[in-house]
């Protein structure tokens, strides 16, 4: 079983405690000759940092079927009225201390459902929503220390379910395989801080983008890497199937690195990170600077 996110960075950064008694000779000293009493202070514990310069600025959105418009288009209708009444305001509080969310973005395609078009009709007659998300996401949508899944897209996720009048059921995913999980109809809509690409928007059907994020580097302070020319000869480390990598890549320093390690997820990321097997950690900036807090406490 996947560990959950809280498990899993406790353990990540948790610090090795050291004995220094020594064991009696049986040898009297004089005391003007004893060595000083070994420190039991821990080690400090180490800090990671955001690099000033990013690998550019995306927008979110959530994703559906191609031919399922007038499904999106419900659910951007009540994610409109939420932002409206102040709702999705509230929750992005909550999750971010402000409100993070775009009020005028246009749609990216159409507007209006063909006449053939039953996606809404079938996600009322099943009665729920199947969201399909990676749950070690944060704070976007992943497992707390009792495994249930929260997260900021969770909450507007299950308020626009209620306002639709159906219910909602998180489905983890393999990130890598989004597309194919959708097509396959194994979930019907992917709503989980997905960046919106041009690849994505031929394969899915997008509404508003609705809150910002950067690509962000992330290293330990300790490093000496101050600027992103100093990537080069690094390793580096992101997940598998996210737009961090065609981010890296579309950098000239991503030519430069010594290798990228791709991980299933970006909590296996930053663990190994942690753990001094990656130099480099590049990751959406909500989910960076998430981690980067929860290390500090």
Known sequence: MKKILCAALAAAMMLAATAC???????????????????????????????????????????????????????????????????????????????????????????????????????????????????????????????????????????????????????????????????????????NGMTITPERIANMYFTKPYIANQQIIIVPASSGITAKAQLEGKIVGLQKGSSSLEALTSDPIGEKVKEIVEYPDNVSAYMDLQAGRIDVFVVDSVVGRYVISQNAQ
């Open 21 to 191: 008694s020594g064991a009696s000779s049986g040898v009297s000293t004089p005391a003007s000759s004893k060595a000083p009493a070994a420190s039991s202070a821990a080690p400090a514990k180490e800090t990671y940092i955001e690099l000033t310069e990013d690998l550019g600025a995306e927008e979110y959105g959530v994703g559906f079927r191609n031919g399922d418009i007038a499904f999106g288009l419900e659910v951007q209708k009540y994610l409109d009225e939420m932002i409206a009444d102040g709702t999705a305001a509230e929750i992005s509080q909550k999750w971010f201390g402000t409100d993070a969310l775009f009020k005028d973005k246009g749609l990216l395609e159409e507007t209006e459902a063909p006449a053939e078009d039953k996606s809404l009709e079938t996600i009322k007659a099943n009665g729920k929503i199947i969201v399909g998300l990676d749950d070690s996401y944060p704070p976007m949508g992943f497992r707390d220390d009792k495994n249930e899944v929260v997260g900021f897209d969770i909450d507007l996720a299950k308020e626009v379910a209620k306002r639709m009048g159906v219910e909602v059921e998180f489905q983890p995913i393999d990130w890598d395989s989004k597309e194919l999980e959708l097509n396959a109809g194994k979930i019907d809509c992917i709503w």
